[in-house]
């Protein structure tokens, strides 16, 4: 299937500190694009891949799982490492799992997490009906688009596939496991309004990880998928700032680039 006008992946090679970002389930580079571009205005390295079975159809996406989509951010991290000093992980939604994984995997190889409303269980009854249901029924409805700007939509599947989906809620396990793993240090953004993913998977996160440099920024304007919301400035601002901070040579090639 051909990728989607706008799904297409993203990278942008700039200076010695790069960022790889993940978008979330069933979505595209596309909800993170005004971000991965901010950040290469700024100088930075930046690699934002398309998972495997998104940004094409459902229908593609019902036959990959969690190790595809790990996979692909995991070589992204390596080429990263390969050409900057100093890599940074950041994601939105399933993609702040991801980003919390690699650096519960990778230790002293990255440098510092930024997660928007990463989630962390899915949540519900139909959490337990999984394991049966994907066997009996296909798709679910979808959940992109949770937006509150009016005007701005997130291209994603309008259908949820449930083999997919019982993919995800294994791998939500394995990272809860694993965030004793994270110390980097991190920045956590979540909406206070978010129809996707409750404020309880921000607080499971700040609750289990091992980090001492911890920064919570609660995101009053927006809703599931802030990267394309009234906050989304906000977003883009504090996380350079979070890394200019922990890597102080941000910024300096994005002025010669930008002026």
């Not at 229908?59 to 490492?81: F, I, K």
Request: aromatic residues 6%; hydrophobic residues 40%.
């Amino acid at each position: 299937m051909p990728v989607l006008p706008g799904a297409e992946p993203y990278r942008h090679d700039g200076g010695p500190v790069g960022v790889v970002l993940c978008h979330g389930f069933t979505g595209a580079p596309q909800s993170l694009r005004p971000w991965a571009e901010h950040h290469a205005a700024h100088g930075l390295t930046v690699s934002l891949p398309l998972l495997p079975g998104h940004g094409t159809s459902w229908e593609d996406m019902q036959v990959t799982g969690w190790q595809d989509w790990y996979a692909e951010v995991d070589r992204e991290l390596r080429l990263l490492r390969e050409r900057c000093a100093r890599v940074f992980v950041a994601g939105l939604s399933m993609g702040g799992a991801l980003a919390l994984r690699l650096a519960a995997r990778h230790g002293e190889k990255v440098d510092g997490v930024v997660v928007v409303n990463p989630a962390n269980k899915v949540h519900g009854l139909s959490a337990y009906a999984l394991p049966v249901a994907r066997h009996l029924v296909r798709t679910t409805r979808g959940i992109a688009s949770d937006i509150a700007k009016e005007g701005a939509s997130e291209l994603g599947y309008d259908r949820v596939p449930l083999h997919a989906a019982h993919s995800l809620r294994n791998f939500f396990r394995l990272v809860d496991g694993e965030l004793p793993q994270v110390t980097q240090p991190l920045l956590l953004l979540r909406s206070a309004r978010d129809h996707v993913v409750p404020a309880a998977d921000s607080a499971r996160v700040l609750s289990r990880v091992s980090s001492i440099d911890v920064t919570e920024v609660v995101l009053e304007h927006s809703y599931h998928v802030a990267t394309l919301d009234h906050d989304a400035d906000r977003i883009f601002e504090e996380s350079l700032a979070f890394i200019g901070r922990l890597a102080p040579s941000v910024g300096k090639e994005g002025t010669a680039a930008v002026g």
